[in-house]
């Protein structure tokens, strides 16, 4: 059974740091292409930043410079670094994987986590 647990949200002024965590099981970090996926209400699902099997990353533009993703295989763990935080950034953080780039791309993994909020606010 694959579980996908994030953790790390909160609440944050702005112009400060979070890291999210992502404990996987049942999948393997070195296999898998994984991605941090966010939702904010009224606005439609948008990728963040996502990591491929290589270790090569890509991020959105509205993160780039600010958001680093990482994954520590030994741990079976991705990680999220958020720093310079924006009121804009506030969403739910969701973890994602899956072995197809395709369904990444596409903006469809097949594994999902239960997500972690994120509130930017002063």
């Known amino acids: 059974e694959v579980q996908l647990v994030e953790s790390g949200g909160g609440l944050v002024q702005p112009g400060g740091s979070l890291r999210l965590s992502c404990a996987a099981s049942g999948v393997t970090s070195s296999s898998y292409y994984m991605s941090w996926i966010r939702q904010a209400p009224g606005k439609e699902r948008e990728g963040v930043a996502t990591i491929f099997i290589s270790g090569l990353t890509s991020y959105a533009d509205s993160v780039k410079g600010r958001f680093t993703i990482t994954k520590d295989n030994a741990k079976n763990t991705l990680y999220l670094q958020m720093n310079s935080l924006k009121p804009e950034d506030t969403a739910m953080y969701y973890c994602?994987?899956?072995?197809?780039?395709?369904?990444?791309?596409?903006?469809?993994?097949?594994?999902w986590g239960q997500g972690t909020q994120v509130t930017v606010s002063s």
């Open positions: 994602a994987a899956d072995v197809s780039i395709s369904r990444v791309r596409a903006g469809s993994p097949l594994y």
